[in-house]
């Protein structure tokens, strides 16, 4: 089934109607996801993914989280991220910032967005969780080179920012 909005295009299982617990992405070179897409698609069949999603412009094609998978647990999307890895070893990574290496593949990374009480809390309705932590880490940067700070304080400083509102950094 595809739908989509005006950046994305998101296919889902018909069937699936369960809680959304890890997300993967794939992260190769916007010149070969052509080919990344026509050799992972086809393992998804036998995985436990319950979505994925792929930017729909040649503009959005060139964002490092281009390519993204929904599973409904860790233990479903590590299972399959090992999959995909072998399918797009050849690639160049194109790495996506706020996500974690799984295995040493940096090809496949994933990230999970706040439980959902804490992101009642922390973010705004329908902000993407990466684009407030960005904000949030942008403007202690901003501040602190107004400052002149070092480097080392400025590090500090800007995980302090981050951990005040509410996000632990380490």
């Not at 090992?82 to 996506?96: C, G, M, T, W």
């Not at 969780?129 to 080392?152: V, Y």
Request: with cysteine; proline share 5%; glycine share 4%.
């Amino acid at each position: 089934q595809e739908t989509g909005a005006s950046e994305w295009r998101l296919w889902r299982r018909r069937t699936s109607r369960r809680h959304i617990a890890a997300k993967l992405y794939l992260s190769v070179p916007p010149r070969d996801i052509e080919d990344a897409v026509s050799r992972v698609v086809p393992a998804l069949y036998d995985s436990e993914a319950l979505a994925f999603k792929l930017a729909a412009t040649r503009l959005d094609l060139l964002r490092a989280d281009k390519f993204v998978l929904y599973f409904p647990s860790t233990s479903s999307m590590h299972d399959t991220a090992l999959v995909l890895d072998n399918r797009i070893s050849e690639f160049a990574p194109h790495e996506v910032p706020f996500t974690c290496v799984l295995d040493g593949c940096a090809r496949v990374t994933w990230g999970a967005d706040p439980a959902k009480e804490d992101r009642s809390r922390l973010l705004p309705d329908e902000c993407s969780w990466r684009t407030w932590i960005c904000e949030r880490a942008g403007a202690a940067i901003a501040e602190a080179n107004s400052a002149g700070l070092t480097d080392e304080v400025a590090l500090h400083f800007v995980l302090s920012r981050v951990a005040s509102s509410g996000v632990d950094p380490t």
